[in-house]
C-alpha cells in the first residue's frame, strides 16, 4: 500500500497581492511592547536657573539699539582678549508712559581664561565699571561660580557666589550675595522626562523671602515649564522643536500683585549661513534679531525692536570678529 500522504491535495498557493497592496508596507503589531524603565537610573536634569533655556533662545535674543563691535583674539588655546565697542542710545526711567533715550557709546576691553576645570572672565568699561566671572569645578560634582560687578555708584556693585552640586539624577544650589542675600534650589528627575524643584530665598536688608515651585516635561520633539513662586508671579513655557533647525516657542506670564498678564509668541530659525529669532507679545511689541556668518570668524548682526503702543522703535546692527 502506498502511503495516503503522497495522494492527498496539496494545499493552494496563496493569494498574489494587487493593485495598493503591493506597495505598502507589511502592517506591523499594533502592540509595541513597552520600553522597561530604570528608575535607579534616571537622567539628570537641566539647572533650576536653566530651566527655561530653550524658550528663552527665541523669546529674549540680545536685541540692542545703535552699533555694536566685537573682536576677540586668541592668544593661545586657553586665553584670549576681547574688544567692543558700543554707540547707540540708552532709556532713561521716568514717571510718565514716554520713553525718554540719552546717547551713550563705551569701549570695553576683556580678558578670558578657559580651561576644562577653570574659566576666568573680566571685562572693563570706560565708564568705569568692572565685571568679573568665575567658573572653578572643585570636585567632579561640585561647581563654584563667583559673578561680580562694581561700579562708581555707591551701593550699586554687586556679587554673587554659588555651589552648585551635580548628582545622577538631581541637581542643587546654594546662593550667597550682597545685602544679606541668601537662597537654595533643587531639582529632581521623576521621570525620563519629567522633573520637578524648588527654590527658596531669603533678602536681608530689605526682610523679603519667598518660595518658588517649578516643573519641566521634555522629550525630542516639546519642552513645556512651569513655575510659581510666593511673591505672586506664574510662569508658563512650551517649545515645539518642528526640525532640528526650526523650533517654536511660546510662554505666559502673570503677577498676581499687578494683575499683569502678558503672552509671547516666538521663533528660532537656523539656516546654513544664517540664524533669525524673533517674537511677538501681547503688549504690541514685534523684535527680531539676525546673525549672519560671513566668513569663518565674521558674524553680521541685526537687531530690530518695535513697541506699536509706546511708538518706541529700536535697531542695531554690528559686527563680530573672531570665536
Known sequence: MGSSVSHAAAPPPPPTA?????????????????????????????????????ALMSLKPELFEGLKFDFTKGLNQRFSLSHSIFMGSMEVPSQSSDTFKVPTA??????NFLDPKLMLVGRVLTDGRLNARVKCDLTDNLTLKINAQLTNEPHFSQ?????????????TQFQIGNNAFYGANYI???????????????????????????ARYNTDKIVVTGQV?????????????????????????????????????GYDYILRQCRLRGKLDSNGV??????????????????????????????????????
Open 188 to 214: 529632581q528627575s521623576i521621570s525620563p522626562h519629567l522633573s520637578l524643584g524648588t527654590e527658596i530665598f531669603w533678602l536681608g536688608h530689605q526682610r523679603k523671602s519667598g518660595i518658588g515651585f517649578a
Open 159 to 171: 556679587g554673587m557666589f554659588n555651589f552648585d552640586y551635580k548628582g545622577t539624577d538631581y541637581r
Open 18 to 54: 494587487v493593485g495598493l497592496a503591493v506597495a505598502l508596507p507589511p502592517k506591523q503589531d499594533e502592540k509595541a511592547e513597552p520600553k522597561n524603565v530604570d528608575w535607579l537610573n534616571l537622567p539628570c536634569p537641566v539647572p533650576f536657573e536653566e530651566i527655561q533655556r530653550e
Open 106 to 111: 563705551h569701549y570695553e576691553f576683556g580678558a
Open 229 to 265: 513662586a510666593s511673591t505672586g508671579i506664574v510662569a508658563l513655557s512650551y517649545v515645539q522643536k518642528v526640525s532640528e533647525k526650526v523650533s517654536l516657542a511660546s510662554d505666559f506670564m502673570y503677577n498676581h500683585l499687578t494683575q499683569d498678564a502678558t503672552s509671547s509668541f
Open 286 to 323: 514685534v523684535a527680531a534679531f539676525l546673525e549672519e556668518r560671513l566668513n569663518m570668524g565674521v558674524n553680521f548682526i541685526l537687531s530690530a525692536e518695535v513697541d506699536h503702543r509706546k511708538k518706541d522703535y529700536k535697531f542695531g546692527f554690528g559686527l563680530t570678529v573672531g570665536e
